[in-house]
Nanobody
Framework: QVQLVESGGGSVQSGGSLRLSCAAS????????MAWFRQVPGKEREGIAA???????TYADSVKGRFTISQDNAKKTFSLQMNALEPEDTAMYYC?????????????????????WGQGTQVTVSS
């Protein structure tokens, strides 16, 4: 059973930075990509970044150049470094584990098909 536990998040002013982390367990590295999604009330959950076990990354256009996903395979932890934050980045952020055989980016637009989620952590960016 895959388990994901998030940490980080909080409140920051526009232009600031935050780092989210996710500790994962119960899976084989090569079979999964790790990903980050976010959701605001009333909207669908949005995939924003994914990373393969080999380190290949995929980003949504909305965060490209500002956010960086990384991982420590040995420790089974992965992180999302968020820079140049904007009020529009305010959301609940979730880490996820998705099967790798369809490609890591496949699930970024298919949140309803994701099986394994972290508990979520709130990020609030004030102007």
């Amino acid at each position: 059973q895959v388990q994901l536990v998030e940490s980080g998040g909080g409140s920051v002013q526009s232009g600031g930075s935050l780092r989210l982390s996710c500790a994962a367990s119960g899976y084989t590295n090569s079979r999964y990509c790790m990903a980050w999604f976010r959701q605001v009330p009333g909207k669908e959950r949005e995939g924003i970044a994914a990373i393969s076990s080999g380190g290949s990354t995929t980003y949504a256009d909305s965060v490209k150049g500002r956010f960086t996903i990384s991982q420590d395979n040995a420790k089974k932890t992965f992180s999302l470094q968020m820079n140049a934050l904007e009020p529009e980045d305010t959301a609940m952020y979730y880490c996820a584990a998705v099967p790798s055989y369809l490609g890591c980016g496949y699930y970024l637009s298919r949140a309803a098909e994701v099986r394994y989620w972290g508990q979520g952590t709130q990020v609030t960016v004030s102007s």
